[in-house]
């Protein structure tokens, strides 16, 4: 059984940073590709960030120069470093095992003053 487990969401002002994890259980970790989505109230859920099994990133031209996704393959985990965040990038987060339907319960990120 595959358990996506996200962490790391909170209040944080605008220009402050958080950094998202998700740790995966029941998956050959190394061999897939990991996504950040997020959604905001009364919005659908949108791409984020994505990270290919060999380390290719790619990024909503949004959260571009901003954000980071990384992964640790020893820890099955993959993060999401949010820098210079905005009120707009308030929103439930949510990780993801690329092509499939494995989604986590979600993080909160509120940013505000």
């Known amino acids: 059984q595959v358990q996506l487990v996200e962490s790391g969401g909170g209040l944080v002002q605008p220009g402050g940073s958080l950094r998202l994890s998700c740790a995966a259980n029941g998956i050959a970790f190394s061999r897939y590709g990991m996504a950040w989505y997020r959604q905001a109230p009364g919005k659908q859920r949108e791409f984020v960030a994505t990270i290919g099994s060999s380390g290719t990133t790619n990024y909503a031209d949004s959260v571009k120069g901003r954000f980071t996704i990384s992964r640790d393959n020893a820890k099955n985990t993959v993060y999401l470093r949010m820098n210079s965040l905005k009120p707009e990038d308030t929103a439930v987060y949510y990780c993801?095992?690329?092509?499939?339907?494995?989604w986590g319960q979600g993080t909160q990120v509120t940013v505000s003053s």
């Open positions: 993801n095992v690329v092509f499939t339907n494995h």
